[in-house]
């Protein structure tokens, strides 16, 4: 995998060459959103929506190990409050409908259209592409929704009745303490987490051997955005996407959608599945090795799957 060098203030040699930062506009002033182009397709441009909210492109590094050899061109971006683009201290900017129009305006300036409009989201991202797909539905080519189920109440409910069961029960009573007490900054809280529930579900690796990029990823993550709208850990889903829920809805996206589950995910894999085949056009890719970033733990199979849609979708265009 390859790292990336870092300059003084911690970010890396992304800074130069196929960046653009773009300005966005919101009711609250301009600000300015971090992307990269990586490759050149004239059919097949891939904008990638990170997870969090707030986390970084960073963890996307993966694709540069995958997706140029396929000949897929694809943008690296960062959403307004993450690392490499502007972090206002503002909470009327983090609602789902204001980043849904600050992807429109990335795309926009992109210039990216139907003829080769893929995107990918990932985790948030997913929750993300899902409200772009039913507010702009002639707009994108085709979707790829990886690892994030269409209901945060079905999320919560898999979460209580399957992941929370699973842990030991001392750190699980641990964890419900400091949780109740809100000490989110308690550095045993994280501890608990790491050991107990994201090196099984999160990323199946030794917390030592993860890879730079999602190290730095995890590193940037700026918690002013992703408390308020995510909650505080990824052991269930609070704050202001509590009540999402776009199961239902998926019937309206008529794009050719991808479905990318993993076996060991903190997301359920029979909703993903149950998603693929509520879509009007929608297919399942399962992960049998993979938790949430199968697109590492279970790499082959991700971008196995991923490449072909891609290839398909433009074939069939």
């Known amino acids: 995998m390859p790292t990336p060098y870092l300059d003084t203030r911690g970010r890396s040699d992304r800074s130069t060459g196929g960046v653009a930062m773009i300005p966005i506009e919101t009711e609250r002033g301009r600000f300015r959103v971090w992307t990269k182009r990586v490759g050149n397709d004239p059919t097949k441009k891939v904008l990638l929506l990170h997870g969090g909210p707030a986390a970084t492109h960073e963890y996307f590094e993966a694709f540069d190990s995958f997706l140029p050899a396929a000949g897929i061109e694809y943008y690296y971006y960062d959403q307004l409050g993450s690392y490499y683009s502007d972090q206002p201290d503002d909470p009327a900017l983090w609602s789902v409908p204001r980043f849904v129009d600050e992807v429109e305006q990335v795309r926009t300036a992109l210039g990216l259209g139907p003829d080769n409009f893929y995107l990918l989201g990932h985790s948030w991202g997913a929750i993300l592409a899902i409200e772009y797909a039913l507010q702009h539905p002639d707009t994108p080519k085709a979707l790829v929704l990886s690892n994030m189920m269409a209901s945060i109440p079905e999320y919560n409910v898999y979460a209580e009745q399957v992941l929370m069961p699973a842990m030991d029960p001392a750190a699980l009573a641990e964890i419900r303490r400091l949780d109740a007490a809100q000490d989110y900054e308690n550095p045993r809280y994280e501890e608990l987490l790491m050991e107990h529930h994201y090196v099984h579900h999160i990323l199946r690796m030794p917390v030592a051997e993860w890879p730079d990029p999602v190290q730095r990823a995890f590193r940037h993550l700026n918690r002013e955005v ?7 850990s990824e052991l269930g889903a609070r704050g202001a996407l509590l009540h999402w829920d776009r199961f239902a809805d998926l019937r ?22 149950r998603m693929a085949e509520t879509l009007p056009r929608g297919r399942y890719h399962h992960c049998p090795e993979g938790s949430h970033m199968a697109l590492y733990d279970d790499q082959e199979t991700f971008f196995a799957g991923l490449i ?9 265009s």
């Open 226 to 232: 992703y408390v308020p709208m995510q909650g505080p």
């Open 252 to 273: 309206g996206i008529d794009a050719p959608t991808l479905v990318i589950g993993a076996r060991y995910d903190t997301m359920d894999p029979d909703h993903l599945r």
């Open 308 to 316: 072909d849609f891609v290839h398909e979708v433009d074939r069939a």
